[in-house]
């Protein structure tokens, strides 16, 4: 079975920089679009970033400068870079990856468990 792991997250500070990477493991065939997604306290989750497979990117705009996503299709991981931190970028970062699994009909969207990034002084 397909398993997204993430990692990376934690307390930090007003200004600082956080790395959240995310691991693909399974039976995994090819992995298109990939991405990040969070849910704030009181918030509906939201896409923050995202990746095809060809490294065309998409950020949302409140994110745009800051984050920077990245992929290695070799390694079936994905990365958000995230500089400039404020209290309003603290939520639950989760990983998303749409895969073809090995003997699959079509892709299917698979989700991490999310990792808790908290900026807060």
């Known amino acids: 079975q397909v398993q997204l792991v993430e990692s990376g997250g934690g307390l930090v500070q007003p200004g600082g920089s956080l790395r959240l990477s995310c691991a693909a493991s399974g039976s995994i065939f090819s992995i298109n679009a990939m991405g990040w997604y969070r849910q704030a306290p009181g918030k509906e989750r939201e896409l923050v970033a995202s990746i095809t497979s060809g490294g065309s990117t998409n950020y949302e705009d409140y994110v745009k400068r800051r984050f920077t996503i990245s992929r290695d299709n070799a390694k079936n991981t994905v990365t958000l870079q995230m500089s400039s931190l404020n209290p309003e970028d603290t939520a639950v970062y989760y990983c998303?990856?749409?895969?073809?699994?090995?003997?699959?009909?079509?892709?299917?969207?698979?989700w991490g468990k999310g990792t808790l990034v908290t900026v807060s002084s």
């Open positions: 998303n990856a749409d895969i073809l699994t090995r003997g699959g009909f079509f892709g299917m969207s698979y």
